[in-house]
């Protein structure tokens, strides 16, 4: 299927940038978007590929992308929800979230659906990169979706990567008749440095020697790139969670579709889309 637009966010480090690098030379156009300018146009001037800014803790940030994107753009084949971390001490940005829940969920739920018409026109497939962490640490409370009342970096964390479990299995439930592929993955557990601004207990592993039993960027990225080169529906079920190229439990929360539907409508309304 040569001749495709692929999205990866994230993409100036780890996971992203390693799919970037495997996807260069299939005949498809792969558009970086990281949120470091120097890292993400370094990556971008060793693939030859184009690249786009953004921090997703800032929403306006996404709103701009979204725009420009679909400037640049009238085909969107994978649009790959790459980008996410860790983060540390409860913080706010300057849109008024909790920033794991932002960062991870809210930016990638508002850049779809922004890029909907265009998403729905190409019969695109829209990945998310999930984590095991949606089992270790994640119990989502839907009136207290920013952990206001029990925070720690790990179960925000958690409920963030099941967000996007909830998020690719209801955009399935939404959009599958109008053609829309959706899916979401755990890479495994990766030596990137996705923890490295965090004061998780996860850091001391990603910091220390203890990463040299971590798999690789590379490893993480395989499901990640699989899913955007086979065939949706035929080589993969549609809106389901994936390890290693195959369908794997969740969180018994995932598979609640009264969840999935009120995390999507609070998420609208919290980000304007309502």
């Known amino acids: 299927m040569p001749g495709r637009t692929i999205i990866i966010t994230g993409a100036s480090d780890g996971i992203g940038a390693a799919a ?44 701009q992308l979204a725009e420009t994107l679909e400037a640049a753009f009238p085909r969107i084949d994978v649009l790959a929800n790459n980008a996410g971390g860790i983060m540390g001490a409860r913080e706010i940005t300057v849109d008024g979230f909790e920033k794991t829940f ?24 829209v990945i998310g990169t999930a984590s095991i962490a949606n089992k270790l640490y994640a119990k989502i409370d839907i009136d207290d979706l920013q952990n206001a009342r029990k925070y720690s970096p790990n179960k925000a964390y958690g409920d963030a990567k099941l967000a996007n479990i909830l998020f690719a299995r209801e955009l399935d ?62 080589d993969w079920p549609l809106g389901e969670y994936f390890s290693k190229r195959r369908v794997t439990k969740a969180n018994p929360q995932a598979y609640e ?5 009120g995390l999507w409508e609070r998420s609208a309304d919290m980000v304007g889309l309502s």
């Open 102 to 125: 932002q960062v991870n969920h809210l930016a990638p739920f508002l850049l779809t659906n922004l890029l909907m018409p265009t998403l729905v026109a190409s019969t695109a497939t």
């Open 173 to 234: 439930f939404r959009y599958r008749e109008q053609g829309i592929h959706a899916a979401s993955f755990h890479p495994g557990v990766i030596a990137t440095n996705f923890a490295a601004d965090s004061s998780s207990p996860l850091r001391i592993v990603y910091r220390s020697v203890l990463n040299r039993f971590l798999g690789s960027a590379e490893t993480g990225a395989d499901t990640l790139v699989w899913l955007a080169t086979t065939r949706p529906g035929v």
């Open 20 to 63: 970037a690098r495997k996807l260069t030379g299939t005949g498809d156009t792969i558009v970086l978007v990281g949120r470091s300018p120097q890292k993400t146009e370094a990556i971008a001037k060793e693939l030859g590929a184009p690249f786009h800014v953004a921090d997703f803790s800032k929403l306006d940030d996404v709103r």
């Open 257 to 261: 579709s009264g969840l999935a539907n």
